[in-house]
């Protein structure tokens, strides 16, 4: 009754009475099992099962088949989800199938979508040994049982799949087919055959590899996301600590919960020593309050952080400077519960900023101070100039002449502060030679111990092999001595003078330190090549070889908001009267003008030092003639013309010249000038020319004059000096230049030298 095909209905009804027979036999059967059997196929195992419920014994022998197979598949499938790699689940899978199902050979073919098809993972040989198959390819064939599991079919039924040929005499065996499907994809084969017994495998034994396939796609599929995980964790590791940035995550209450291992190099912290700690922690007091109200806004407002400026406290106790950027981490339900971002070290970056702000500062300050220096020697000309010639007509016991001294004298006063602010503002003129540093400094070094005082200890430590370097030697020692002084004065009383209340009581604290602290003042000298990375780091140092001059003392030292005003003009921590606040100003311009660099190194308690760094050339200069020791005589009979835009300066030298027996023209500016020219055909023996003057400058004036007629010698006047530039082109040490004020003397020995030269 048996043998005729059941229709949906009868099957349905006949499996519900097996069910009902034996419930525990029901646990093998997957929804969906029917997928890739047909109906007589199913209606036979159904049979199957009801004939051995007529026989109690059988019945009995089935229950505990049965039992042990759901056991053996329970086994399997921990054997498979125990292990972590693709290759020990394939490897866990292939040998279980074997052992614990009693399969002869089994293999696991898995997709790849790099070659669009399935390859092989491990399989049996025959030998019945586990072996590595990654070598083979299915190739997928129309109609194939391949091509059909990827369609949509779950067992296929004796297949030939790459099976070794039989032996001679011996029927081909073909293996059983399961797709491993997860989500509606097919993920990989699970072959099975038993080629030695030739027993047959039943629909049942499928029915539970069906099962097994399952939990293998799963277990596979979370061992590549794991894999995946690992991956992409190594990756952020990899990126967390090698970026430069201390990389972070903070928790909802704005602790730390992750921290990059970069945090040890910019902090100085373990890690471990800062998960679990508040963001706010280390923020210096003066940021807290912004930075907090920056990470509410991310909790509250899911505001993001961009380049956020902060402070943090180092390990050591200083401040380091952080630029942070974060956005909110926010849960499935949009609640931010959590933020990650990155802090980058930008403390040198801002000192560098800060360096390059103080230098276009102290570049700007000296280009007005030239520029009052220039309008100011105008006048101190004439008041000089007009000076001395009154000295000169009044005789001796007028009353009248004690006056003029006394403006004589202010005058000389003032002229020197015009020379201290046109060298801040490097427009003095230089009298460079080629100069040894180590000769200069020992020249002064008597000097020097009278300016410091008994009670201060000088100590030289020179180079012997210093080389030579082309400067202003007069310059360089105002530039020590001004240093000298400085230093003096920072070994003495740190509070006298202070102007700064909050400075003084800063100081008191290191008072005794230095009382305890013996007073002493190091000069060095030595050869030095800066690099290119070591002038990144100081704005308008130049690379190269140079002289260093180390001038260093145990004085008090100075805090950071006196250094970065330490060169400007007129900024002074003395008393009102003590000082004029040019000292320093004046060190920086000369050392600037002299093609050099000058850095300062002080911490309050820990003295300071000053570096100077000289270029060191190695072209030779011509000798130099000092005309303030030639004493000829400066009278003549000559005729000069004289250019001069100021009519007081121009006046007042026209009258000196005559004083002095000259015969003189004068014109307001170069186009008057050039008529002048025209018109006096007799010879011009000197033209006395301002260098800045409107529409026309002195040398393009003398330029125009040249097409003309060449029968003269050229002298100019400047209140800036032979480094100025005029229309970019600078004036240059050979250009013939008197600077201004200058003196009725002074001028005449300058045209002398002038003329009588060949």
């Known amino acids: 009754m048996f043998n005729c095909p059941l229709a949906v209905g009868d099957w349905q009804s006949l499996l519900n009475l097996c069910v009902y027979i034996h419930p525990r036999i029901s646990y093998a059967l997957p929804i969906g099992v029917s997928q890739g059997m047909n109906y007589e196929q199913k209606s036979r195992g159904a049979l199957s099962d009801c004939a051995s419920a007529a026989d109690p014994g059988k019945e009995l022998s089935a229950v505990r088949e049965a039992d042990r197979a759901k056991d053996r598949v329970l086994q399997l499938l921990g054997r498979i989800t125990s292990q972590h790699t693709v290759d020990d689940i394939c490897r866990a899978a292939v040998e279980g199938v074997r052992e614990l199902m009693n399969f002869e050979r089994a293999g696991l073919f898995l997709w790849d979508d790099t070659v669009n098809t399935f390859r092989g993972t491990f399989g049996t040989d025959m030998d019945l040994k586990t ?38 005499g011996e029927e081909a065996v073909k293996a059983d087919l399961v797709g491993l499907r997860l989500e509606g994809r097919l993920y990989g084969l699970l072959s099975v055959d038993n080629r030695l017994s030739r027993r047959p495998i039943s629909d049942r034994e499928l029915e539970h590899l069906m099962l097994v396939s399952q939990v293998l796609g799963n277990a596979l599929e979370i061992s590549k996301a794991r894999l995946a995980l690992a991956r992409s964790e190594e990756r952020f590791r990899q990126v967390s600590e090698n970026s430069g940035e201390w990389i972070w995550e903070l928790g909802r209450d704005g602790k730390y919960t992750y921290c990059s291992r970069v945090v040890s190099q910019i902090l100085g912290y373990k890690p471990e020593a800062i998960v679990g700690t508040s963001f706010l922690d280390r923020v210096v007091e003066e940021d807290g309050l912004p930075m907090k109200a920056k990470l509410s806004a991310v909790f509250s407002d899911k505001a993001p952080l961009a380049g956020v400026i902060h402070r943090q406290v180092h390990k050591d106790g200083f401040q380091v400077v952080l630029e942070t950027t974060g956005i909110p981490i926010v849960d499935s339900a949009g609640k931010v519960i959590g933020c990650r971002g990155a802090h980058r070290d930008v403390t040198r970056e801002r000192e560098l900023e800060m360096q390059l702000r103080h230098s276009q500062k102290i570049e700007a300050v000296g280009r007005l101070a030239g520029g009052i220096a220039h309008d100011f020697n105008n006048l101190l000309t004439a008041i000089l100039g007009c000076g001395g010639l009154l000295l000169e007509e009044l005789p001796e016991g007028d009353p009248v002449r004690s006056d003029i001294e006394k403006i004589m004298t202010a005058g000389e006063r003032a002229a020197g502060l015009t020379k201290q602010l046109l060298a801040f503002s490097r427009r003095q003129v230089l009298k460079v030679a080629r100069q040894n540093v ?19 200890e000088l100590i030289t430590r020179l180079d012997p092999s210093l080389p030579e370097i082309e400067t202003d030697a007069d310059q360089l020692e105002q530039v020590i001595l001004h240093l000298a002084i400085n230093a003096r004065e920072a070994m003495a009383d740190p509070q006298v003078g202070m102007e700064m209340p909050e400075l003084r009581a800063r100081m008191e604290e290191y008072r005794v330190k230095l009382e305890e602290r013996p007073k002493q003042l190091f000069i060095e000298t030595s050869t030095v090549l800066l690099d290119e990375s070591f002038c990144a780091k100081h704005v308008g140092v130049k690379p190269g070889r140079h002289i260093r001059i180390s001038i260093r003392d145990t004085g008090i030292g100075m805090p950071k908001e006196v250094r970065e005003h330490l060169f400007e003009p007129y ?43 000289l270029p060191v050339s190695t072209e030779p200069l011509p000798p130099r003639a000092d005309a303030a020791k030639d004493r000829r005589d400066v009278r003549g009979k000559e005729t000069i013309l004289i250019v001069e835009d100021e009519e007081v300066v121009r006046s007042l030298t026209v009258r000196m010249l005559q004083t002095l027996g000259y015969r003189t023209m004068q014109a307001a500016h170069g186009h008057e000038a050039l008529d002048v020219c025209r018109t006096f055909k007799e010879p011009i023996d000197l033209v006395l020319t301002d260098m800045i003057m409107p529409h026309m400058n002195g040398k393009q ?16 006047v400047s209140g800036y000096s032979s480094s100025d530039t005029v229309d970019g082109k600078v004036i240059g040490e050979d250009t013939p230049l008197i600077q201004k004020p200058f003196t009725r003397e002074a001028l005449g020995r300058k045209i002398r030298e002038m003329l009588d030269t060949k």
């Open 438 to 456: 180590n000769n200069i400094v020992l020249d002064m070094e008597k000097l020097m111990q009278r300016t410091l005082g008994e009670d201060i």
């Open 131 to 168: 072996t590595d198959e990654r070598h083979f390819l299915i190739e997928i064939l129309p109609g194939s049982p391949e091509e059909r599991l990827i369609g949509g079919s779950v067992i296929e039924r004796g297949c030939k799949l790459g099976a070794p040929e039989a032996r001679p």
């Open 701 to 716: 004036f003398i330029e125009q004059l040249w097409k003309t007629r060449q029968d003269f010698k050229v002298l100019f």
């Open 571 to 613: 900024f002074t921590t003395k008393e009102v009267g003590r000082g004029s606040g040019l000292g320093l100003s004046t060190v920086y311009g000369i050392v600037k003008q002299m093609g050099g660099s000058i850095l300062v190194e002080s911490e309050l308690g820990e003295g300071s030092s000053f570096r100077i760094f």
